[in-house]
Nanobody, 124 residues
């Protein structure tokens, strides 16, 4: 069973940056997908970005393009989310998720394995 552990969240002022990390264990296939999602207070969970760990291809939710970058270090089984120009609207719990297969949608319903999340708080 895969285990996902997020880190890197915290408090930052508007305009700042954060880099989240997600360490995966239990995976043996390099063709799996990993993704980032977020859940703002009182709102539904939404997709941010996904990456195919084998090909390195990346996929973004339309509204997340430009300020967020997903990347990976396959040797360390870690996926990153670089977040720039943060605003209070980015305040949320950020979750890492994983799935087998080469198809990497940025859709909550497509992922079964989830981490516990890391909180990001952006102050104005």
């Amino acid at each position: 069973q895969v285990q996902l552990v997020e880190s890197g969240g915290g408090s930052v002022e508007a305009g700042g940056s954060l880099r989240l990390s997600c360490l995966a264990s239990g995976y043996t296939s390099t063709s799996d997908c990993m993704a980032w999602f977020r859940q703002p207070p009182g709102k539904e969970r939404e997709g941010v970005a996904a990456i195919n760990r084998g090909s390195g291809n990346t996929y973004y939710a339309e509204s997340m393009k430009g300020r967020f970058t997903i990347s990976q270090d396959n040797a360390k089984r870690t996926v990153f989310l670089q977040m720039n120009s943060l605003s209070p609207a980015d305040t949320a719990m950020y979750y890492c998720a994983a799935r087998k297969g080469s198809y990497c949608p940025v859709e909550v319903s497509e992922y079964k394995d989830w981490g516990q999340g890391t909180q990001v708080t952006v102050s104005s």
